[in-house]
């Protein structure tokens, strides 16, 4: 399957252009961005051509990728859906819920495969881990501590101007939260959202399995006092994510498998941007309580 790369910063050259070019059934045709010399450098180093005119690159592919800020991945991937594009999109599928039903709607209407690229959902060691979680059952809640820093020395994200928005850390943790304690406990039904200190987040999240669960997310925690662990309990104990063993270039690269496997079947993913969409909606009732 022919796909499009959208993006040139550095989640574009470290996970998704690696990720693409090691996947079975992709050819990656080419790169946009928006400033000419990156992009040639960067579509050089992957193997193919430099686009400067987005509709350009979407008449050369059968679907893009996108490693761009969510409020311009709505947009444009709104435009690839439109003209039939199947689309691997990045967490979140959007920064408001309008956009994001819209995207929801488009897909839906053009029949077009969707997968969104939730890291953890695409590692094979935390796959083996939420699926050994549903065939014990009785687990009763769970949570999420995600702090963390933006400052940290040598932290890649540091200057991304949509993370260091006021809530910035409700969009950019909060997703991997929310879908892992998803996978963890089932979906999630309801959603109360409490402010901290220094931009700290509470969420209470009530499960339609009756299971409760928190999540407590900032990416502004002090470097020395950055935390992730994610668990549930019930009646065989507790049980850990385990941490992290999988490279994200390689999670990548499964991601984009099964979306050419989800276009090829017409079956959905189960990460598409339905499921986007849904974190979507919990992420804007949050925004809204918090407001």
Known sequence: MRFGLVGTGQWATRTHGPGLTAATGVELVGVWGRHPDTTAAIADDLGGAAYDDYAELLESVEAVAFAVPPRVQAAMALEAAAIGKHL??????ADSLDDARALVEEAAEEGIASV?????RFEPPMRTFFADLEATGGWKGGWSRMLAALDRPGNPTANSAWR??????LWDVGPHALSNLSAMLG???DLTAVGGADGLIHLVLTHESGATSTASITLAAPPAGTNFETGVWGESGTALLPERQTLAADALRLAAEELV????SGEPHPVDVAFGTRIVELLASAQQQLS
């Open 261 to 264: 496997v989800a276009a090829e």
């Open 88 to 93: 691997l999109l990045d967490k979140p599928v």
């Open 187 to 189: 979906p999630i039904g």
């Open 164 to 169: 260091r928005e006021q809530w910035g850390s």
């Open 116 to 120: 969104v690229f939730l890291t953890q």
